[in-house]
């Protein structure tokens, strides 16, 4: 398993753009995926709020059905790109734990398997180490209202103290070494 992590560091979000078919993990959360979601939005964070908005309100069985997936998929990856898939989304889950309106990394951490608490505790460290490197920002991120504008947020930044993100343009700054 330490291959595995070493593979989500190298690969931890380095495919911004890319989104990945998440049908399989709207059935397994029971959630009921929202009309205006488009392919070409951010369809994990919008599936990462739907998931911890389910955990506020008490309802811990559709991300515990999700990350029972992704331990499946961990845990024997006949897909060859499972690993990233599986790391960008909980990565995009760490990102929606970290805004203000939705429950903490705190609360999911405990629902996480074996396979999954490795990618997450990489990502985490990935990210922290990238908020070492370059400075959070202040961003007023929290009032957007719009839900497409907001997912797209989500996925790409992690609040890191009250009001700093850490952006994907910062990751890529920290990967390519230009800090």
């Given at each position: 398993?330490?291959?595995?992590?070493?593979?989500?560091?190298?690969?931890?979000?380095?495919?911004?753009?890319?989104?990945f078919?998440?049908?399989?993990?709207?059935?397994?959360?029971?959630?009921?995926?929202?009309e205006?979601?488009?392919?070409?939005?951010?369809?994990?964070?919008?599936?990462?709020?739907?998931?911890?908005?389910?955990?506020?309100?008490?309802?811990?069985?559709?991300?515990?059905?999700?990350?029972a997936?992704?331990?499946?998929?961990?845990?024997?990856?006949?897909?060859?790109?499972?690993?990233?898939?599986?790391?960008?989304?909980?990565?995009?889950?760490?990102?929606a734990?970290?805004?203000?309106?939705?429950?903490?990394a705190?609360?999911?951490?405990?629902?996480?398997?074996?396979?999954?608490?490795?990618?997450?505790?990489?990502a985490?460290?990935?990210?922290?180490?990238?908020?070492?490197?370059?400075?959070?920002?202040?961003?007023?991120?929290?009032?957007?209202?719009?839900?497409?504008?907001?997912?797209?947020?989500?996925?790409?930044?992690?609040?890191?103290?009250?009001?700093?993100?850490?952006?994907l343009?910062?990751?890529?700054?920290?990967?390519?070494?230009?800090?």
């Amino acid at each position: 398993m330490c291959g595995l992590v070493r593979l989500v560091e190298r690969v931890s979000m380095r495919l911004p753009g890319r989104r990945f078919p998440l049908d399989r993990y709207w059935r397994a959360s029971g959630l009921t995926r929202p009309e205006q979601l488009d392919r070409d939005d951010a369809v994990d964070a919008a599936l990462a709020e739907a998931l911890l908005a389910a955990l506020s309100r008490g309802d811990r069985w559709p991300l515990a059905r999700v990350v029972a997936v992704l331990e499946r998929e961990l845990d024997d990856p006949v897909d060859p790109d499972a690993v990233a898939k599986t790391g960008k989304f909980l990565e995009t889950v760490q990102n929606a734990c970290s805004w203000e309106h939705l429950p903490e990394a705190s609360s999911v951490v405990p629902l996480l398997g074996p396979n999954t608490n490795l990618v997450w505790t990489a990502a985490e460290e990935f990210w922290r180490r990238v908020a070492e490197a370059i400075p959070p920002t202040p961003k007023d991120l929290a009032s957007v209202g719009n839900e497409k504008l907001r997912w797209l947020l989500i996925a790409g930044n992690r609040q890191v103290g009250l009001g700093l993100y850490t952006s994907l343009a910062d990751v890529l700054r920290y990967e390519k070494g230009s800090i």
